[in-house]
């Protein structure tokens, strides 16, 4: 399933991917994580922000081509797997990310 999320994004057109660009800025300095918000590269990056996003979305960040959506967040990639990236699975996510200390 994830091989099925990951080429949906590569095959995405440039429009698609620049406007989902363009809705997702990177986490800003000083800020709280998000699931609309912060790219999913800076989650790769933070092993607890990865925790995080393992607890709720099984694997999602262990796909070998997931370097290649480091662009775009999770709610992004959402509409390519609904039925596994919920409202409720992000709302969690974004729940514990609440709870970690802001990062700068």
Known sequence: ???????AVLLATTAHFDAALGQAPPAAAAEQYSTSTTDIGTLLDDPAAHAIVDKHLPGVLSGDQIDMA?????KAIQQYDPDRITDKALADIDA???????KR
């Not at 399933?1 to 080429?7: C, F, G, N, S, V």
């Not at 480091?70 to 999770?74: F, V």
Request: glycine letters at 0%; zero cysteines; hydrophobic letters at 55%.
């Open 1 to 7: 399933m994830r091989a099925t999320i990951l080429a």
């Open 70 to 74: 480091r662009s775009l967040t999770l």
């Open 96 to 102: 514990d990310f609440a709870k970690m200390p802001k």
